[in-house]
């Protein structure tokens, strides 16, 4: 039986990739050294390696949803590359805010499914035609793998596409390989591209080491416009040589609808909070709880431990003091529900950081002396050790709101993405 040949050409060199006769730049889409250092940390072996490229090659996990707007102007895009249902609802706030968009999202599957023979004889082949070229490096092979069957399963939907009547393609994380990879197709196509940002970013480092510098790193970056949330992630971008016209800073979209406090908020709960760092900054954390255990001690409170959604909540169990530590935050629990049942929070490198400077929360910032410094010149509100730390919680003295709006980035984030987005529909410049 003759099957028709899908629209994606996979030509006879490996990590030569084209979508509709598009060609796709693989290096620039995998970002391997990011992934190298993060799946490393995570010490998966290379059996369990090959064994998640065969799952992801067999079985789906993720179906594809597409949403048509009359006279829809730009379309959203979000994979399921590093899929969260918290992420799926920030870029679903943007797109409602643009009006007249269509999005093309991925949805999880309530029961995973096998793919079809052909489907999977096919990986079977670019597995074996790649296995050459990738001797020695499971983690690259894997990886590629992945993102051309991500990209597979988005071609029917980009071959129905009428991508004449798009004026702006926005996506999620220009720096995840799928979502890289369709903002390289639409580029060629001419059509103006635009990234959101996730996460707070790294100072610019000569070679990607960690994550943070490489896959949620401002340097992986193509889109033709990055949709900041604040200042501090344009200097930054400065810094790792991105033009600043290529940056709009409009606010953090999950707090579309919603306008930042005047004023900082004070509470006497009692308690106040702990932000762990994930992968790639969590050397800082125990520094971050033996200052928790110090000031609970000097103080007379008690905290709570919030960990990164990608740790185990039982990460820190020896470091903490039961005396004054009251648990983990649940990880079903949002950063507004947090926020306001503290009285304060210290934090380390983590974008939570910024919804804290937006929300009007008192939060103090950790400077590691070495390693990675995402937030710099935050003077009055940072601190390099428990001395300084007990001298700010002394002084009680509210973030000034220049460094709120530094920080946190624009009151008013709903006016600032609908502004942006009828310029889009209007015409750029």
Known sequence: MNHRQPEYALEAAPLRYAVKRVP????????????????????????????????????????????????????????EEFYTATNAEIIKKAWQTAGRADMLCAVPLKKAKKRGAFA???????????????????????????????????????????????????????????ENMMVQFFQAKGIKT???????????????????????????????????????????????????????????????????????????????????????????????????????EKFNLQYRLRYH?????DTYNGLVDARFCLGPVPSSESVMHYADAVDFTIVGNSSVFTELAYLGKRVYYYRPPQGLDQFSDVDECGFYDVVQLEALLKAELPMSTALRRRIGGPADPQAAYRAFFSECISGFE
């Open 194 to 296: 635009a990234t959101l940002q996730h996460g707070a970013y790294a100072v610019a480092q000569k070679e990607p080491k960690t994550l943070n510098e490489s896959i949620v790193g401002l340097k992986s970056t193509i889109a033709d416009c990055f949709l900041a949330w604040n200042h501090i992630t344009v200097e930054q971008g400065k810094s790792f040589g991105i033009p600043e016209e290529r940056f709009r800073v409009l606010g953090q979209p999950k707090y579309i609808g919603m306008l930042s406090p005047a004023v900082v908020a004070s509470s006497d709960t009692g308690v106040f909070g702990v932000v762990l760092t994930g992968p790639g900054n969590e050397e800082e954390n125990p520094a971050l709880i033996a200052a928790a255990n110090n000031i609970a």
């Open 120 to 178: 999977r004889q096919k990986m079977k082949r670019l597995t074996e035609s790649c296995a050459e070229h990738f001797a020695g490096q499971p983690l690259e092979l894997w990886l590629y793998l992945c993102s051309v069957v991500r990209m597979q399963k988005c071609l029917p939907y980009v071959n129905r596409l009428k991508l004449g009547k798009y004026k702006l393609l926005v996506v999620f994380n220009d720096a995840c390989p799928t």
């Open 24 to 79: 796709i730049d693989m290096e620039k889409a995998l970002q391997v050294p990011g992934a190298r250092y993060y799946y490393g940390r995570a010490s998966l072996s290379e059996a369990e390696l090959k064994a998640a490229a065969l799952d992801y090659a067999e079985v789906d996990h993720f179906r594809y949803e597409f949403t048509s707007v009359r006279g829809g102007d730009i379309l959203f895009f979000y994979s």
């Open 309 to 313: 959604p990608y740790m185990s909540t």
